[in-house]
């Protein structure tokens, strides 16, 4: 199934699959009402994928998958970042470990978020935390910063984070209600003093310059009293004055006050890795091609799509040998799944000699025609 996904043109559908495999459409429709564990399959490869000593994080975030039809389960209004604006379809909760060194990213779990139900008052925060749980015995040792948007920027998901022996690491609000720490001398009778003045993001006198990335764009540091998250938080304040008339402010965050501003960076940039999952994923693997409607098939088939993209990263970076750094094409990897599957066809069906051809020092330049980073 995963060989046929990579091979094949067009939608990746029941119909599709088994016009390019020896499959009939009914065993695939079969097939995808079995249960198969991916997380496990996802976290082996992973560790082989990614160094034990390399930097590592989870991220996390939330994709919109156009979906008609009254019976399909999952069915609700989403945000839709493509039209900027909820729409009706369906939206997975992906779960990712990033190499922050190889900037790779590779999908550990891939859950369907469930529709509202009227009768349980469960906000999908909270479904988003119970997929962070189930995956939670998968993730990597090492990894222990979960990095998310602004979106995910809420107590409710920093205390369940951090409850599972993690950190978040995100982004606020421009306008974030923030506090300097208190660290004057205490009363000693009742409660402590937590917090001093409020934070003026236009005076950074009272904050830790760590380095000027480019001319007037520089990173401070500082750590300060969130109260919308009710605890201590190390800012990384980037303060961009590049453009005299539009000055502007990015505040991350990290829970680990201990973790280092330009980790916290670094961290959050790699997050964007992410995004390029859900491209290839929805431009070559098919992510949002499934005919079914049951919740059964369809998270199988999410799971499916993730899991070939993750086998033809893989692939691709064990037979990278060049010196340069590793840059995945999954337009090129497919291109040459296609080329090469089309040439053994020839070579079967022709009953051609099968080893002077792939002998052949051209055969490769075959493989290759039409890609663009190989």
């Known amino acids: 199934?995963?060989?046929?996904?990579?091979?094949?043109?067009?939608?990746?559908?029941?119909?599709?699959?088994?016009?390019?495999?020896?499959?009939?459409?009914?065993?695939?429709?079969r097939q995808f009402q079995k249960s198969f564990n991916f997380i496990k399959g996802n976290a082996d490869l992973i560790e082989q994928a990614i160094p034990a000593t390399a930097r590592q994080i989870i991220a996390t975030d939330c994709s919109f998958v156009p979906k008609s039809g009254k019976s399909t389960y999952g069915i609700e209004h989403f945000y839709n970042g493509c039209a900027?604006?909820?729409?009706?379809?369906?939206?997975?909760s992906v779960l990712a470990i990033v190499d922050v060194d190889a900037k790779q990213g590779y999908t550990l779990s891939v859950q369907q978020t469930p529709p509202n139900n009227p009768r349980k008052e469960t906000t999908r925060i909270e479904h988003y935390l119970e997929h962070l749980k189930a995956t939670y015995p998968y993730l990597p040792k090492l990894a222990r910063y979960v990095v998310s948007d602004g979106f995910y920027s809420k107590i409710k998901w920093v205390?369940?984070?951090?409850?599972?022996?993690?950190?978040v690491i995100g982004k606020l609000r421009c306008d974030a209600d923030l506090r300097y720490v208190y660290t004057g001398v205490q009363k000693?009778?009742?409660?402590?003093?937590?917090y001093d003045s409020k934070v003026d993001l236009t005076d950074v006198s009272r904050m830790s310059l760590v380095r000027?990335?480019?001319?007037?764009?520089?990173?401070?540091?500082?750590?300060?009293?969130?109260?919308s998250l009710k605890r201590k938080v190390r800012l990384a304040y980037l303060l961009d004055c590049r453009d005299p008339k539009r000055i502007a402010r990015i505040?991350?965050?990290?829970?680990?006050?201990?973790?280092?501003?330009?980790?916290?960076?670094?961290?959050?940039?790699?997050?964007f890795q992410i995004e390029f999952i859900f491209r290839d994923a929805k431009q070559f693997t098919g992510l949002t091609d499934c005919q079914a409607r049951d919740?059964?098939?369809?998270?199988?088939?999410?799971?499916?799509?993730?899991?070939?993209?993750?086998?033809?990263?893989?692939e691709a970076c064990q037979l990278h040998q060049s010196p340069k750094p590793f840059v995945f094409s999954m337009a090129s990897f497919k291109r040459m799944a296609l080329n090469r599957h089309l040439l053994e066809r020839f070579i079967s069906l022709l009953e051609l000699d099968s080893t002077s051809i792939k002998s052949h020092p051209r055969f490769q330049d075959l493989c290759s025609y039409g890609t663009i980073a190989y």
């Open 84 to 92: 900027g604006r909820a729409e009706k379809g369906l939206e997975i």
């Open 188 to 194: 000693p009778l009742g409660r402590h003093r937590k």
């Open 295 to 314: 919740f059964t098939k369809l998270d199988f088939h999410f799971n499916a799509s993730l899991m070939a993209l993750n086998l033809a990263k893989f």
């Open 159 to 167: 205390n369940g984070v951090t409850a599972l022996n993690l950190d």
């Open 251 to 271: 505040l991350l965050f990290s829970t680990d006050i201990h973790l280092d501003a330009s980790d916290i960076l670094d961290f959050y940039k790699a997050r």
């Open 1 to 29: 199934m995963f060989s046929t996904i990579l091979v094949l043109c067009g939608e990746v559908n029941f119909t599709n699959l088994s016009r390019y495999s020896q499959i009939s459409e009914r065993s695939y429709r």
């Open 212 to 227: 000027e990335l480019e001319p007037k764009l520089s990173l401070y540091t500082v750590v300060v009293w969130s109260l």
